[in-house]
C-alpha cells in the first residue's frame, strides 16, 4: 500500500523537478539574470557584511587582549571578572547572544538598530573566544623575559606591549585570524534580527523572486571572494607587522 503511494507520488505529473528519478530530466530553467538584477543589493549587503567583519575583529581583539592579561596578570577581581565574561560567552549560542542584545536590551531601555544589535553581538563574542587564543600567547611568555624588561626599567605599560602583547600576538596569529575567518562567515547568522547584510539581502531576493540555486550561488562564491579578501589583508598584516621585526 505505501509502495504504491510512493509510484503514484514519482509519477504525478504535476511534480516539475522535484523528486525526480537519477537520469530523468529537471523542468528548471536556470536565470542568472534575474539575480544580475538585484546585483547592487547584493553589493550593499557584502559591503555591510566586510564593515561589520572589520569592526568586530577591532574591537573584539582589543577586548580579547584586555581580558588575556587581565586573566594572567591581573588582580583576583579582575581574573575572576575576566574569566565570568570568557565562560559564560563560550558556553551559550551566539544566536541567544544575539536575541538577548536585540530583543532583551530593550526592555532595560537600550535599544540599537538590528546593524548595531549585530555588531555588539558579534564583538561581545568575538572578545571571549579571541580572549583565550591570546592568553595561551601571553602564558608562552618566558617569566624571565618579564623580568628583564623591570630589570631595564620598562614600565608596565612598555612591557604589556612590548614583551608580552607583541610576541604574543605573533605566536597566535593564525588561530587567531582563523577565529576572524569564523567570525565573518558566522556574520550570516545576524540575518535572523534582519540585519541588511549579504545572507539577508539574498534571503529578501529570493522570497521575491524564487530563485533559490542562482541566488544562492552567487552568495557563496561572493562569500569565497570576500574570505579571500580578508586573508590577503591577514598576510600583508603579518609582513608588516611581525615578519619585517623577527
Known sequence: MIQGRIHRLRHDPRRTGWGKEIGEPLNYTFQFGTVMDHFPDLLSGAALTIRLSALTMVF???????????????????RWLASSYIELIRNTPFLIQLYFVFFALPHLGVRLSPNNSALLAMVINLGAYSAEIVRAGVESIPHGQIEAGRALGLKPIQIVRFLILFPALKAVYPALTSQFILVLLGSSIVSAIAADELTAVANTINSQTFRSFEIYTVVTLMYVVIVFGFRAVFTSIYALAFARRG
Do not use: W
Not at 60 to 73: H, N, S
Open 60 to 78: 573584539g581583539l582589543v577586548i580579547g587582549m584586555a581580558c588575556a592579561v587581565a586573566k594572567a596578570y591581573g588582580p583576583r577581581p579582575l
